[in-house]
């Protein structure tokens, strides 16, 4: 600890479409931080053990079927479930890496054509993240990637959308990184901006809140 009472750890997002590299580059961010020795865990959305999490699965293997207003809820009460979880460890210092957010609930569900205000409601008052790092590829691209698999929105149309939708939730705090770099290069773009709002949060920077 560097002595100051309102230190915390740093709530950092990735986001992007499917198959951007989101979940390797989280892994790589994580140790690159824990060589600093800083308190550092790895979330992800949806988080598929939980009651909810399972609902939200069986939808998405195509093994139930729930309207759209419906999933959009349960992915955000996915989020809402480990709401105090995540302030408890923010506060204990520990950063968070988390594998999707509430951009990935809106962007999704606007896709799917529900009014963007309606989208973000049931995500006012989740914590909001000290950093968005958006992992930017072409939607052709990402497909090109193969890995497609048979869930609900491997689909390059539906990936369309969302990427249009990311676009309009997107603003000047989010650092957007070029993904279709070699993997070595999106790395070493997350570091330097992960590790300097880590430092931020260090010194205490206020938590706050969505939607600002
Ligand atoms: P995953 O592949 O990162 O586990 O995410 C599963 C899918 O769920 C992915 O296509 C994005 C989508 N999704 C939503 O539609 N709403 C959400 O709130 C989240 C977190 C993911």
């Known amino acids: 600890s560097i002595g100051n009472n309102d230190s915390r750890g740093a709530l950092i997002v990735l986001e ?36 909810v999490g399972q609902m939200i699965s069986a939808y998405l293997s195509k093994q139930s079927h729930l309207n759209d207003h419906t999933i959009h809820l349960l992915f955000s009460a996915n989020r809402w479930e480990k709401r105090s979880m995540m302030e408890t460890k923010l506060k204990a210092g520990t ?6 957010y509430s951009y990935s609930g809106v962007a999704y569900s606007f896709a799917k054509g529900i009014d963007i205000e309606w989208c973000k409601a049931p995500e006012i008052g989740l914590l909001a993240p000290d950093l968005v790092l958006y992992l930017d590829i072409p939607p052709e691209k990402a497909a090109e990637r193969g890995g497609y698999g048979d869930e609900r929105y491997d689909h390059l149309e539906f990936q369309k959308k969302v990427a249009q939708c990311f676009q309009i939730l997107c603003d000047s705090s989010w650092k957007i990184i070029d993904a279709c770099q070699a993997m070595e290069d999106v790395e070493k773009q997350l570091q330097e901006t992960a590790l300097d709002r880590v430092i931020t949060c260090q010194k205490g920077k206020p938590l706050s809140f969505l939607w600002r």
Do not use: A
């Not at 950063?95 to 999707?100: E, F, S």
């Open 16 to 51: 992007g479409l499917d198959r951007c590299g989101k979940t390797s580059q989280s892994s790589r961010l994580l140790s690159y931080l824990d060589s600093f020795g800083h308190s550092v865990e790895l979330l992800r959305f949806p988080d598929r053990s939980t009651n």
């Open 95 to 100: 950063t968070l890496i988390v594998d999707r």
